[in-house]
T-cell receptor, first 113, second 111 residues
């Protein structure tokens, strides 16, 4: 298996633009997570899904952030409008079952100028 | 959001020494405690994990010690090697699969 696949790997955008990050989880995994990593705040859980259903989005910083999982093999994280403080590395992770390993993608480095 | 406290923030150890990283949690609903290792430019990867019904788990040079009553757990890296230099995260998961990470420890093992 190719692992968790995220795209793009790098994104540079101007303030105010819409940004869409994409994630393809490992086939057969039923939980998917979105994290944001910064030096100041570490690895923050933004939202996670079980069986394509959002369970907890309390980590989503503002209404500018939204996430969807239309099917078991695809998820998006959208930021609209983007701001410089959104600059970070965004990770997607997936897992199967309870008390099991979550596998991370390579991340998307987002820079908002 | 911080529910898992991790220390120290950074750690320098000599080759062959023991690296110790500590974590504490508050939510008693957590029932799975993994440690992740992250190298620059990569996503975190599972190193070792423990369940709360076990007080210690060892895999090679890596050992987790777990104190359920104190709500604390720690990672010990024996015979630390330069290749162990990375950022280490403790984490905690509950029955809904919510996975929360500590703030991370940057480990540097000097040759």
């Amino acid at each position: 298996d190719a692992g968790v696949i995220q795209s793009p790997r790098h994104e540079v955008t101007e303030m105010g633009q819409e940004v869409t990050l994409r994630c393809k989880p490992i086939s057969g995994h039923n939980s998917l997570f979105w994290y944001r990593q910064t030096m100041m705040r570490g690895l923050e859980l933004l939202i996670y899904f079980n069986n394509n259903v959002p369970i907890d989005d309390s980590g989503m910083p503002e209404d500018r952030f939204s996430a969807k999982m239309p099917n078991a093999s695809f998820s998006t994280l959208k930021i609209q409008p983007s701001e410089p403080r959104d600059s970070a590395v965004y990770f997607c992770a997936s897992k199967q079952g309870a008390r099991t390993e979550a596998f991370f993608g390579q991340g998307t480095r987002l820079t908002v100028v | 959001q911080q529910q898992v406290k991790q220390s120290p923030q950074s750690l320098i150890v000599q080759k062959g020494g023991i690296s110790i990283i500590n974590c504490a949690y508050e939510n008693t609903a957590f029932d799975y405690f993994p440690w992740y290792q992250q190298f620059p430019g990569k996503g975190p990867a599972l190193l070792i994990a423990i369940r709360p019904d076990v007080s210690e788990k060892k895999e090679g040079r890596f050992t987790i010690s777990f104190n359920k009553s104190a709500k604390q757990f720690s990672l010990h890296i024996m015979d630390s090697q330069p290749g162990d230099s990375a950022t280490y995260f403790c984490a905690a998961m509950d029955a809904t699969n919510k996975l929360i990470f500590g703030t991370g420890t940057l480990l540097a093992v000097q040759p």
